[in-house]
């Protein structure tokens, strides 16, 4: 048994589809056992056709459930539900990842999935015309939303002998998951957060912006560390070369401060809380020209007008629990400047940026901040990589909520 591992003394619950990829399961159970998890395998009917119960039976020391009433018991699927610590289905065929998007529990697999409390880890397997369907994507995002984690698929030659996306996570890989899942706080599995983040551009002509220079890496690092911690993060970005690419992050991608004041507006209403780390332009052009503005004479104006202020119109919708937080990018006069956003647009606590600080704002990998809270509590941080940073602000909010 290996005691280092962070499986060492889990209890698994590992559901088993019918996929070619089926026979990988039974690796995937003699590692779990060797990492010191206590494994008990769930398979569906059809998976058996894949692959012999004895054999999982044998590997993973314990009987195997293909049937959702035993002889024994008649809730055995409630039982192993509240049992787990974690169940992974490995391999989720179209049919299986379906049926648990939609609550359909006529098969023990499905029916202890929707008994589980625990943490759930999903590792599909299928043709790659069937992963890019529109509606295996759309049981995906449904079953990310409901806190699942999705293994992601590999690339490579199919049982079909196409290539593409769509092979099952290799054992070894669903190990190194569940491994950082287990070594890692998740004490924001349930909550949902709402992260602005990058600029916005508001357009002048089809070829003109007016922008800023966020590149949305503090927004982005914050919904890294609250996707790490568990929690299902909705992170309306706007234009930034970044991609986060994290199970429990869905990334909402917008242009103008109009886009993401009704993204916002949508989302906020089933979130515990909301970390608004958007450059949003303050001002744009009142009229957009149609077409390209030519090049007359030796001066031009453009009229602007404000644009929304997302974070105050959230301060103003938000009940008793949901937490709001702000931030502040000041030069001059900033914990006064940033008390005052923190009052005027009912943040709970604001991060407060200096641009006076080296290293700290715009484009630098790493930042200085100051947390100033609702009854003035002021503390500051020294100069860390924004990763770090983003580790300090989400816990300030983890212990609010
Ligand atoms: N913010 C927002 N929507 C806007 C402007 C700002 O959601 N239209 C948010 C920012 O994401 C940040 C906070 O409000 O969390 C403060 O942003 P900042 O630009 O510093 O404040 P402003 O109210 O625009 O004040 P000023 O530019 O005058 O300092």
């Given at each position: ?12 619950v ?81 049919n299986?990842?379906a ?31 069937m ?29 079909s002998?196409?290539y ?13 998951f ?78 103008t ?69 702000g ?75």
């Amino acid at each position: 048994m290996n005691t280092l591992s962070s499986l060492n003394n889990k209890r698994i619950v590992l559901g088993i589809s019918g996929s070619i990829a089926a026979y990988k399961a039974a690796f995937l159970t003699r590692l779990l056992i060797k990492s010191g998890a206590e494994v008990k395998v769930l398979m569906t009917p059809s998976a058996t056709a894949f692959i012999s119960p004895l054999t999982l039976s044998t590997l993973s020391k314990n009987e195997v459930h293909i049937d959702v009433v035993s002889d024994k018991s008649w809730n055995n699927h409630v039982e192993m539900g509240l049992w787990a610590d974690a169940m992974i289905i490995a391999p989720a065929t179209a049919n299986t990842l379906a049926k648990l998007a939609n609550g359909i529990c006529d098969n023990i697999v499905s029916a202890v999935y929707l008994s589980a409390r625990c943490p759930v880890f999903i590792a599909p397997a299928m043709d790659v015309d069937m992963w890019h369907h529109p509606s295996t994507q759309e049981n995906l995002k449904r079953l990310q939303s409901y806190s699942n984690t999705i293994i992601p698929v590999n690339k490579g030659e199919l049982a079909s002998g196409l290539y593409g996306e769509g092979r099952m996570a290799e054992p070894e890989e669903i190990i190194t998951f569940l491994n950082g899942f287990f070594s890692k706080k998740q004490d924001l599995i349930g909550k949902n957060v709402l992260v602005t983040a990058g600029p916005t551009f508001e357009p002048i002509d089809p070829v003109r912006f007016i922008g800023n220079h966020s590149s949305g890496k503090m927004g982005v690092a914050i919904a890294e560390e609250l996707a790490t911690r568990g929690a299902t993060v909705h992170l309306v970005l706007g234009p930034s070369k970044l991609s986060p690419n994290h199970n429990n992050i869905n990334v909402i991608r917008i242009m103008t401060a109009q886009e993401m004041y009704d993204k916002c507006v949508e989302i906020f209403p089933d979130c515990d809380a909301a970390i608004m780390a958007a450059a949003v332009a303050d001002y744009k052009p009142s009229t957009v020209a149609t077409t390209k503005i030519k090049k007359k004479k030796e001066d031009m104006s453009i009229h602007l007008s404000k644009t929304k202020d997302i974070a105050a119109s959230l301060g103003k919708k938000k009940n008793k629990k949901q937490i709001l937080v702000g931030f502040a990018l000041e030069t001059n006069n900033e914990i006064i400047n940033a008390q005052s956003k923190l009052e005027r647009k009912n943040f709970d606590f604001i991060v407060l940026n200096s641009l006076k600080d080296k290293g700290a704002g715009f484009n630098f990998d790493t930042n200085k901040i100051t947390i100033i809270k609702k009854d003035n509590n002021i503390r500051k941080f020294e100069l860390k990589s924004k990763k770090e940073t983003a580790k300090d602000i989400v816990q300030e909010l983890a212990l609010l909520l």
